[in-house]
């Protein structure tokens, strides 16, 4: 973990404590995610440590290149042409 977060410029109990204050879940879906499985997300333009997210929503952001525009879009998508969500409950 220490060279992880040395990676990111962060220390070991900083990760700890934002994995605690998300409750040990990603920030984007809310699924429980194990510290050291987890990915640690950081703005690329910036370097700033964002959070932690579980590895598929920390893919998908780098997928969507950090975009807000092009997630707004894909977003409406998806509300307009269907999509699996509508069917689980929050």
Same mark, same amino acid.
């Given at each position: 973990?220490?060279?992880?977060?040395?990676?990111?410029?962060?220390?070991?109990?900083?990760?700890? +404590?934002?994995?605690?204050?998300? #409750?040990?879940? @990603?920030?984007? $879906?809310?699924?429980?995610?194990? &510290?050291?499985?987890?990915?640690?997300?950081?703005?690329? +333009?910036?370097?700033?440590?964002? #959070?932690?997210? @579980?590895?598929? $929503?920390?893919?998908?952001?780098? &997928?969507?290149?950090?975009?807000?525009?092009?997630?707004?879009?894909?977003?409406?998508?998806?509300?307009?042409?269907?999509?699996?969500?509508?069917?689980?409950?929050?």
């Amino acid at each position: 973990m220490i060279k992880r977060c040395s990676r990111r410029g962060i220390t070991p109990e900083e990760l700890i +404590d934002k994995y605690e204050e998300q #409750g040990g879940k @990603c920030s984007i $879906c809310l699924s429980d995610i194990d &510290l050291v499985d987890s990915a640690i997300d950081h703005n690329h +333009d910036s370097g700033k440590f964002r #959070g932690v997210l @579980c590895k598929t $929503c920390n893919r998908a952001l780098g &997928l969507f290149r950090d975009n807000p525009e092009i997630l707004r879009r894909a977003r409406k998508y998806l509300i307009e042409n269907g999509n699996y969500a509508n069917s689980e409950k929050d």
